[in-house]
């Protein structure tokens, strides 16, 4: 009954996501082309300030685009490029996109793995402490450093740390330098205010997360019984209260890479100059550089699609409660 | 036409002030065609947007109010006894005040005076070494604040302080239209989608699912790219983008009160779709709406002066975002450039997530504020 139920549901989930991935696709052809200039204006008008003749360009752009086809023939072949691996060109760097992407795609991964396990811990262990204290000092100073931590900025607060430990106590280089190798002591170095400037408002949110989730678990039935029955305060806070409370945390963590963590590991690639994939795409958009920009929205767009996939799928296998409605 | 007409035209649409918001949205609707289509320019973009929030904020915000004084009151009491959501009360109506009455008595932002540049603040002072042209040699020159520019000046002279109030409006423009198009959308979206179930829900949740797929400030800065940056085409994309949360939330309500007495009450009285829909779901819903609207105007604000940091606001309007961009770029010399607008920020976002937090706290007959 179970067996088939949940495989009832991970094609369920499979089948929205393919409509979502189409969706995303849709919107995003759909935007381009409804834009006042197309590709080939941008294209054409970069050739044109290089000093090169733009009408001998024409004709390639036109093939290599298929601009001059009606609107349906360039969705299909849009489609069927992206889907066989053509991202298209990279005219600002002379290279495929999808190599572009293959070089600059760890920047970003270890800034967000890096802030996100560092936030995740220490979020939840103040989390955990504030709610099982509730109402003492402790728990008031960590509910008003969290109101801060989520009110703050975060790419102010990138701004703030370099002006404090770069600029005034020359603690650090204001920019990331990619001549260090990514395993060692020095890149996690340089890569401390970067992690701090991302990892201080998601930190803030799941300490929030953590601690009202687990308020709620305190004052349940369960709770009551358990500690009637003599378990060491040990074993209900950790075996009754977090178990119960960790489930939904681990949704928040996955929903928030896609809707806060992506736009702030962006700002914040731009501000100490990581070159991940938003400092690339950063780079595209003053370059008029389309192909790039559009390959990296819907990379991110079919990262979250895929996370969001992954969780449901996982809640649904750990917790036999969720009931797809 | 007669009283009792317009009551039982009023009772088709949902009550009276949907009778009077049709014929407003439709004149609305036909003046943008007018100035689409026919002739140019009756309004700008932004006099629109304010027109069409307008309209529904004194149909639906400010009407209600006044009718449910003693309803106000009581939730006036609940709010009181948080300090802090007083507080950030009072910022926002001094932010409010900074900015409608600040412009009239600072110069004018954009104006460049390469005579004052790097002035700091009152109170501070900085050195720097000028290229002296009659000795020919770099000279050690102090400069201290004055109350000229009580906030200093930036690396081209132009007066801090007016270029804060200037951004004071903007933020506020910005986080009270695009949240108020986006709470209205989300809104509509969420009833409907929850009222009406089935093919209808199905649809406008892959709808919802799909938009919820884009990072949302990748999503502004794709937009912005392609169609260029402008203050209203902004204010409106955040708007058309920032709906996902809004709908989410307000379905998961109506569907929990879709299935109460009162609904199937008027269900059996004969009450068509449309008037369950504003006149029983919409009001109940209310306090919920009134929460989320003030909880997404931070994150509102924060898109915006983001788009501006990065260099795809709006060029022509001095904002938050574009003064922090400038004070990045000569961080080592005029710091506060820097600090000013990000305080700023960080002090709006704080007054709106408290007045929030305490609206919630407030609107919960649960708790015990």
């Known amino acids: ?325 | 036409m007669t009283k009792k007409g317009i009551k039982r035209l009023a009772g088709k649409v949902g009550g009276i002030k949907n009778l009077i918001l049709i014929p407003l949205a439709a004149l609305w609707l036909l003046t943008l065609l007018l100035d689409i289509f026919v002739v140019e320019k009756i309004f700008d973009p932004l006099g629109y947007l304010y027109i069409a929030i307008g309209i529904v904020a004194l149909l639906y915000v400010v009407w209600p109010l006044y009718t449910g004084r003693r309803l106000v009151q009581y939730y006036w009491q609940r709010v009181k006894r948080n300090r802090l959501a007083v507080a950030g009360l009072a910022f926002i109506l001094f932010l409010i005040l900074l900015a409608l009455i600040g412009p009239l008595f600072t110069p004018d932002p954009t104006a460049a005076n390469f005579e004052e540049k790097n002035m700091p603040p009152v109170g501070f002072s900085i050195e720097e070494s000028v290229y002296k042209a009659e000795t020919g040699q770099f000279i050690t020159k102090t400069t201290s604040g004055s109350w000229e520019h009580p906030l200093g000046t930036d690396d081209k002279g132009r007066d801090l302080l007016a270029m804060i109030i200037s951004g004071a409006g903007v933020s506020l423009q910005v986080g009270l239209l695009a949240t108020g198009i986006a709470v209205a959308l989300g809104t509509l979206i969420g009833v409907v989608s929850a009222y009406l179930g089935g093919k209808v829900d199905n649809i406008l949740m892959r709808l919802t699912d799909i938009m919820m797929t884009f990072p949302f400030f990748l999503l502004l800065v794709f937009i912005i790219f392609i169609f260029g940056p402008s203050l209203a085409f902004i204010v409106l994309v955040i708007g058309l983008t920032g709906w996902t949360g809004t709908a989410r939330l307000i379905r998961s309500e109506t569907l929990s009160l879709r299935t109460r007495e009162f609904i199937l009450a008027a269900k059996a009285l004969g009450a068509s779709d449309g008037r369950i829909v504003l006149a029983h779901l919409i009001p109940n819903v209310v306090s919920l709406i009134v929460v989320i609207a003030t909880l997404s105007i931070p994150g509102v604000i924060l898109a915006e002066a983001a788009l501006s940091f990065i260099g795809l606001g709006d060029p022509s309007v001095t904002s938050w975002g574009m003064i922090l961009r400038a004070g990045q770029q000569s961080l080592d010399i005029t710091w506060w450039v820097a600090v000013m607008p990000g305080v700023m920020l960080f002090l709006t976002v704080l007054a709106f997530n408290f007045v929030g937090d305490g609206l919630r706290d407030a609107f919960d007959p649960r708790s015990s504020v």
């Open chain 1, 1 to 325: 009954m179970r067996k088939t139920w949940l495989r009832d549901y991970i094609l369920k989930r499979l089948f929205y996501a393919v409509i979502i991935a189409w969706g995303v696709l849709t919107i995003t052809f759909l935007l381009v082309r409804l834009g006042p200039s197309s590709p080939a204006d941008k294209y054409l008008t970069n050739l044109a300030t290089r000093g090169e003749d733009p009408t001998q360009a024409i004709a390639a752009i036109e093939a290599r685009y298929g601009l001059d086809a009606p609107l349906y023939e360039q969705y299909l072949d849009y489609m069927g490029n992206l889907l066989q691996g053509d991202w298209g060109w990279s005219f600002s760097t002379s290279m495929p996109v999808i190599e572009l992407i293959k070089v600059h795609w760890i920047y970003s991964f270890q800034l967000i793995l890096l802030s996100t396990i560092l936030a995740a811990l220490i979020g939840i262990l103040i989390g955990i402490y504030s709610a099982v204290r509730q109402y003492s000092k402790t728990d008031y100073i960590a509910t008003f450093f969290s109101f801060i931590g989520i009110s703050i900025p975060n790419f102010w607060l990138g701004v703030m740390l370099i002006l404090l430990f770069s600029v005034q106590l020359g603690l650090f280089k204001t920019y990331y330098d990619t001549s260090i190798p990514l395993l060692s002591l020095a890149n996690l170095k340089q890569l401390i205010l970067p992690v701090v400037t991302l990892g201080t408002g998601m930190m803030a949110g799941y300490t929030r997360y953590t601690r009202s989730a687990m308020l709620d678990n305190l004052r349940k039935d369960f709770v009551r019984t358990a500690r009637a029955k003599g378990l060491p305060e040990r074993t209900v806070i950790g075996k009754h209260v977090f178990r119960n409370a960790v489930l939904p945390l681990v949704t928040i963590i996955m929903f928030d890479l896609g809707s806060i963590v992506f736009g702030g590991a962006y700002l914040t690639e731009i501000i100490f100059g990581i070159p991940g994939l938003g400092r690339i795409s950063f780079n595209a958009i003053f370059a008029d550089d389309y192909a790039v920009v559009v390959a990296i929205t819907l990379i991110s767009a079919f990262l979250v699609l895929f996370i969001n996939l992954a969780t449901d799928v996982a809640y649904a296998y750990l917790d036999p409660r969720i009931r797809y409605d």
